[in-house]
């Protein structure tokens, strides 16, 4: 069966965990305390040598990394990948917008505020991260205003890689009030079929 | 013609430059000061709005942003992107750690150190920088130490996305004599048929 080495709390992980069920594929959740050094051990550097959840391991132990290229492994020549050059590439240009520009703020931001505390460092950080989390919301709810989903107007692995951390970015301390475009998406991307809110993945 | 714009110093920018030279595509670069607010201007907003290069446009004015989505888009079915599922999710492992694992520690600190400068402020969050660009190298170190390239043993798209910062990690302050594979691998990928340097794209 296929193995999901995750940890509870992670929109990264939930990524996997999302698009799993919706495929309808089987998998057992193996959870890391990825805040408290389990990602740090021998055991699981010897699955992930850069030491990050998500990993999965298929069947045949092949072990993959990094959320958005596991997307892409089970979205292949499915429904939740659209087909053509410059579709793959659009899916790519958010997905990889997610891990540089919004995730690094928003995901952060979260983590600091509703999972592990602030210190006076991060109290003097936070302000940047929500700066900078917002102008990636803005980007997100300019395409948001006229699509109904990020690309090729209908449901993809870039909405699943965006919704992860975008659907709990006021956990963090963003005021979503701001961005109707993209919370009536949350709601369109909360009621694609196979849906499973995070934490129950 | 294809347009590129692009920023000089960029490691970004640099990448697109080096698969469109090695692909033998013809294309035109618009130079854009990102240093200096040029990725700020109405203008480029309307291309990227994200804000950043690089970007290319294609002959029929569709704009590709995220440097590693733009690698994606020329490489399809060339031989920089090896076929098959897994191959496609090594090389979208490699390129996301590097969006996210590298490029914000090895490519940040040398744009200050070689580029912008050191204020007070950077100067305190530099060695955290160093830190956490020196647990990339090691990951890459390893993974070189018994592959000659990062994926299916030969140069693709994820040696250009990775080889852009790392051959000049050392203008950012990093000791490149602790990894005698990213050196090795460095000379292997300058051997590559039609490689251009960085500056010379």
Redesign the interface.
Known sequence: MIKLYNYGPSGNGYKVALLLNQLGLTFETVEVDANHGGTRTPEFLAIN??G?IPVVVLTNG?A???????L??FA??TAHLPEG??R???V??W???E???H??YIAVARNWVAHTGLDERRRRELPEKHERGLAALG?ME??LSDHPFLVADRYTIADIALFAYTHVAHEGGFDMSRFPAIRAWIDRVREQPGHVALGHG
Chains 1, 2 share one sequence.
């Open positions: 040598p850069a990050k092949v993959i990394a990094e959320s958005n290229a596991i892409w492994y292949e020549r050059r410059l793959h590439a659009r790519l240009q997905m990889f917008f891990q540089y520009s995730e690094p980007v300019r395409r």
